[in-house]
Every structure is written in structure tokens, then in C-alpha cells.
């Protein structure tokens, strides 16, 4: 007798192919997030390098201010770098809030896509147990033909020693 096949090994099969490239997408995604959060870094350091960059600036236009050793040249010249440092933090900060937003949304696909991957992780399990299942029965199966089997040669056995002792 042919062996039989597992009428599902198939569709099993292509679930697992499907894990595997949601497994794939769920590390882009995870890369994704890593890359804005680095970003987002990077913009926090530029912050607070403007920060920093202005504090110093500052203090010394109302040093100089208060030495009295600055000319009205100088003064314009300190007070627009710093309203120029002024207005880049606030490009910065504006990109910093749409970087957070970036954050956010790549977080959301991630959330999605683990979603999605402990799905059909939950199918292939349900799969593979029906194939082990199936595997079982087969094999019970099997062995009670044999049993059979061996339980009819058996009882030939003995009825042909029965006919050969009466005969």
C-alpha cells in the first residue's frame, strides 16, 4: 500500500514560507524604528548643542554690555547671531517634534507587523500540531495492521498445527 501524504502538508508549507516573510518585515520594521530613534538623537544633540551655543553667546553680549566695551557695531553683530541661533533651534525643534512623530508611526507599523507575525506563528503551531496528530494515528494505524497481521499468521499457525495433529 502506497504511503499516505498529509492533505495539508501544502498549505503548512506555504504558512511557513508566509512566517518566514513576516519575520523578515518585522526586523525592517524593527531596523526602522532604531533608525528614527537615532535620528531623533541626533537632532536632541543638535539641540542642545544650539542651547549650549547660545547661553555662551549670550553671556558674553551682557558682558560686553555691562564692561561697556562694545561698539553698536558689535552689539547688532552679537544680537543677530543670536536670534540667528534662535531661529535654527526652532527649525531644529520643529524637526525634533516631526522626527517624534516619525518615531511614532514606525512604532505603529512594528505593533502591527508583531501582530501579524504572532498570528501566523499561532497558525503554523495549530498546523504542525494536526500534522503531529496525523503522524500519530498513522503510525497506531500501521501498528494495529501489523498486529493484525501477526495475529492471522498466528492464528493460521495454530490451525494448521490443529489440522496436522488431527490428520
Same mark, same amino acid.
Given at each position: 500500500?502506497?504511503?499516505?501524504?498529509?492533505?495539508?502538508?501544502?498549505?503548512?508549507?506555504?504558512?511557513?514560507?508566509?512566517?518566514?516573510?513576516?519575520?523578515?518585515?518585522?526586523? $525592517?520594521? $524593527?531596523?526602522?524604528?532604531?533608525?528614527?530613534?537615532?535620528? *531623533?538623537?541626533?537632532?536632541?544633540?543638535?539641540?542642545?548643542?544650539?542651547?549650549?551655543?547660545?547661553?555662551?553667546?549670550?553671556?558674553?553680549?551682557?558682558?560686553?554690555?555691562? %564692561?561697556?566695551?562694545?561698539? %553698536?557695531?558689535? !552689539?547688532?553683530?552679537?544680537?543677530?547671531?543670536?536670534?540667528?541661533?534662535?531661529?535654527?533651534?526652532?527649525?531644529?525643534?520643529?524637526?525634533? *517634534? %516631526?522626527?517624534?512623530?516619525?518615531?511614532?508611526?514606525?512604532?505603529? %507599523?512594528?505593533?502591527?507587523?508583531?501582530?501579524?507575525?504572532?498570528? !501566523?506563528?499561532?497558525?503554523?503551531?495549530?498546523?504542525?500540531?494536526?500534522?503531529?496528530?496525523? *503522524?500519530?494515528?498513522?503510525?497506531?494505524?500501521?501498528?494495529?495492521?501489523?498486529?493484525?497481521?501477526?495475529?492471522? !499468521?498466528?492464528?493460521?499457525?495454530?490451525?494448521?498445527?490443529?489440522?496436522?495433529?488431527?490428520?
Amino acid at each position: 500500500m502506497a504511503e499516505k501524504k498529509y492533505k495539508l502538508d501544502v498549505y503548512l508549507t506555504h504558512v511557513l514560507s508566509q512566517k518566514e516573510e513576516v519575520r523578515t518585515r518585522m526586523a $525592517e520594521a $524593527e531596523r526602522k524604528v532604531q533608525e528614527e530613534k537615532d535620528a *531623533l538623537a541626533a537632532l536632541q544633540d543638535r539641540l542642545d548643542k544650539l542651547t549650549e551655543s547660545k547661553k555662551l553667546r549670550q553671556k558674553e553680549y551682557w558682558d560686553g554690555m555691562k %564692561a561697556g566695551a562694545l561698539t %553698536a557695531a558689535e !552689539i547688532r553683530s552679537k544680537k543677530h547671531y543670536i536670534e540667528s541661533i534662535e531661529a535654527e533651534y526652532r527649525d531644529q525643534r520643529r524637526k525634533y *517634534l %516631526a522626527q517624534e512623530r516619525a518615531i511614532q508611526r514606525a512604532e505603529k %507599523a512594528l505593533a502591527k507587523v508583531r501582530d501579524e507575525y504572532m498570528e !501566523i506563528s499561532n497558525e503554523v503551531k495549530v498546523h504542525e500540531e494536526l500534522k503531529e496528530k496525523w *503522524l500519530r494515528e498513522r503510525k497506531r494505524e500501521k501498528q494495529r495492521r501489523e498486529d493484525r497481521s501477526i495475529e492471522e !499468521i498466528g492464528s493460521a499457525l495454530h490451525e494448521r498445527r490443529r489440522r496436522e495433529n488431527r490428520g
